[in-house]
């Protein structure tokens, strides 16, 4: 069982920078791929990115591929999404999400926090 809790969010300029961080109690942390989805009022949960834990390897969604940037820290437990050169589009419930074998689809995924909401203001 892993949980998850999401901090970081707030509101935001267009073209500034924004820390989500994702912390995971339980066990085995070290051995989940983690993701990032978010989700606009009125729209289905998409794909941010995601970073595997055996070779870290990162994966982006290309509406944020070269803008954001995905991290862990087993150490910490903690995943993180580094933000920058925000546009009012990427305003949404930004969610962390845990699994075996995580990919860009929503279903590979078994546990998930509760989100936090990111606001940019244009």
């Known amino acids: 069982q892993v949980q998850l809790v999401e901090s970081g969010g707030g509101l935001v300029q267009a073209g500034g920078s924004v820390r989500l961080s994702c912390a995971a109690s339980?066990?085995?942390?070290?051995?989940?791929?983690m993701g990032w989805f978010r989700q606009a009022p009125g729209k289905e949960r998409e794909f941010v990115a995601a970073?595997?834990?055996?070779?870290?390897?990162?994966y982006y969604a290309d509406s944020v591929k070269g803008r954001f940037a995905i991290s862990r820290d087993n150490a910490k437990n903690t995943v993180y999404l580094q933000m920058n050169k925000l546009k009012a589009e990427d305003t949404a419930e930004y969610y962390c999400?845990?699994?075996?074998?995580?990919?860009?689809?929503?279903?590979?995924?078994?546990?998930w926090g509760q989100g936090t909401q990111v606001t940019v203001s244009s």
């Open positions: 999400a845990a699994g075996r074998d995580g990919t860009r689809r929503y279903g590979t995924y078994d546990y």
């Open positions: 339980g066990r085995s942390f070290s051995t989940y791929d």
């Open positions: 970073i595997k834990w055996s070779n870290r390897n990162t």
